[in-house]
């Protein structure tokens, strides 16, 4: 198979495959990511429900530090220490101003609180919490602040003239949080409260997630925890879900499918090549075959020749017959010699023999030959040569282009009875022209009359017989000897115009 040919092959069985691939792996991963979806929507629909469950954790144990802080709080120590989710109890003015605990008659413990946090700064930042009309913008909340190993908490209320806060015990704040969340063991899966430190705080599943891996979906915890997140970690194999039986069977049609395409491209590969083959056998044997003809075909033609000069002149109808013999004898020994020389290029190009020659002498010698065809036609060739002069040529060459241009002449422009080859030299360069007067060739049909098997299918080749490589050989062999053989645009009849370059 020819490069060319192949390249086309390998191209029509590539792209549809390349596609074919592409589409059953878009089909795969467009269905994972729907089901990856899917799954996060239900892994946060599970978290969203945690979420719940945490706020209103905080929000039961917000309700009970403001009814403790709207309590009498004459006695704030004492209803510190009453209070397991309370630490330290503080009382202040909204322009800021602390009343309770003051540093000078602190305990130790509320020394403590001082070096946490400063109260002073505290109490002035919750002041300015006011709207436009100088009314509290909300009347209880938390604040948070780092200190020690982790967040610590202050929840105050308010009202016109006085703030009310207390540090909130964080254990007891957070084991209250803890004991309301699940404990409801994941399958294949585990929910994890993580600090701001992606340490886990409270976590509940079977799974044990690397220490490295990602959870699947987080969600940010309610406040006062906003810094912490709820995170669901997935083992592996259930983040990336296996195809479904209906994406299995869709991807085995396609790749069946293009195993097909695959099965038959190779089958037009072999069959191709098998046909090359076949086709170089035969081409191979007409070659024998017309190489055996040759030898016995000479021999009919030399015989004949020679009969017919013992032939007295009496005897038309015998000079005749052996005319009609020689004639058709180098009619077809043209044809054998067309077959041999198409075949030899068709294997790499003929080589050329060139000797010292007149072209004048060679266009004669093929006119003589063609004489009785031509006679019998009733055509009176003319020959207006001035290449008389010799030139290194390759005389077969010649003969050969020559004897194929006027064997077009006899079998499609017989008709017009008029024939004419003119010869030219130039320095190292011969032009011959052959000139008819038949019906010519139509244009649709100038493009195409050199390439090989390409017969006319109108009237102009009615009744003519060949093998529609004449013209391709004689261009061919023109090219090969450094020129060239043109159709030249002509109002009447055929004109072929054949350059050769003499050889060094």
Not at 75 to 99: C, F, K, N
Not at 110 to 135: F, N, P, V
Not at 138 to 147: A, C, E, F, I, L
């Amino acid at each position: 198979m020819k490069p060319q040919l192949a390249a086309i092959l390998l191209f029509l069985v590539c792209l549809p495959l390349g596609l074919l691939v592409w589409l059953g792996e878009e089909r795969t991963r467009g269905e994972q990511e729907r089901a990856r979806a899917s799954l996060e929507g239900l892994l946060e629909d599970r978290l969203l429900e945690v979420y719940e469950t945490l706020s209103g954790s905080v929000r039961m144990v917000e309700n009970h530090l403001t009814k403790v802080l709207q309590a009498n709080l004459s006695t704030p120590r004492a209803q510190a220490r009453i209070e397991p989710m309370i630490r330290h109890m503080i009382q202040g003015t909204t322009a800021g101003d602390l009343v309770f605990p003051l540093r000078e008659a602190a305990t130790d413990a509320e020394e403590a609180l001082y070096r946490r946090l400063d109260l002073s700064a505290a109490l002035k930042q919750l002041g300015r919490s006011t709207g436009e009309q100088g009314e509290a913008s909300s009347d209880r909340g938390w604040h948070t602040w780092y200190h020690g190993h982790g967040r610590n908490f202050l929840y105050w209320w308010r009202n016109r003239q006085e703030i009310r806060a207390c540090e909130v015990n964080r254990m007891a704040f957070l084991s209250h949080l803890i004991a309301a969340l699940p404990t409801d063991a994941l399958e294949n899966g585990r929910i994890a409260l993580l600090d701001e430190s992606a340490q886990p705080i409270y976590q509940w599943g079977s799974f044990e997630p690397a220490p490295a891996m990602l959870p699947v979906v987080t969600r940010q915890a309610p406040a006062p925890l906003d810094s912490w997140r709820l995170a669901y970690f997935l083992a592996p194999d259930l983040v990336s879900p296996s195809r479904s039986n209906q994406a299995t069977i869709f991807t085995a049609m396609l790749y069946g499918l293009a195993a097909c395409i695959l099965l038959l491209g190779g089958y037009f590969y072999w069959a191709n090549a098998r046909e090359l083959r076949e086709a170089s056998q035969r081409v191979s044997f007409v070659n024998q075959v017309s190489h055996e003809l040759k030898t016995p075909l000479t021999n009919i033609r030399m015989y004949a020749e020679l009969a017919e000069s013992k032939i007295t002149p009496e005897d038309d109808d015998a000079r005749a017959c052996l005319d009609v013999v020689v004639a058709e004898s180098g009619r077809l020994s043209r044809l054998i010699q067309n077959v041999l020389t198409f075949a030899t290029q068709q294997r790499g190009g003929a080589k050329l023999h060139p000797t010292s020659v007149s072209p004048d002498d060679v266009i004669r010698g093929v006119l003589e030959s063609f004489g009785p065809a031509l006679e019998q036609a009733s055509m009176i060739p003319s020959h207006q040569g001035d290449s008389t002069a010799t030139m290194r040529i390759d005389r077969d060459v010649l003969e050969q282009i020559l004897s194929n241009l006027v064997s077009n002449v006899l079998k499609y422009a017989s008709e017009g009875a008029f024939l004419r080859i003119t010869s030219t030299q130039a320095a190292n360069r011969l032009t011959v022209t052959v000139i008819d007067q038949g019906p010519g060739i139509p244009s649709r049909w100038r493009s195409r009359i050199f390439a090989p098997f390409v017969r006319m299918s109108d009237r102009i080749t009615e009744g003519a017989a060949g093998t529609g490589i004449g013209l391709t050989i004689a261009r061919d062999l023109a090219r090969a000897h450094g020129g060239d053989l043109v159709l030249e645009e002509t109002d009447k009849g055929a004109t072929f115009t054949l350059t050769l370059t003499a050889c060094s």
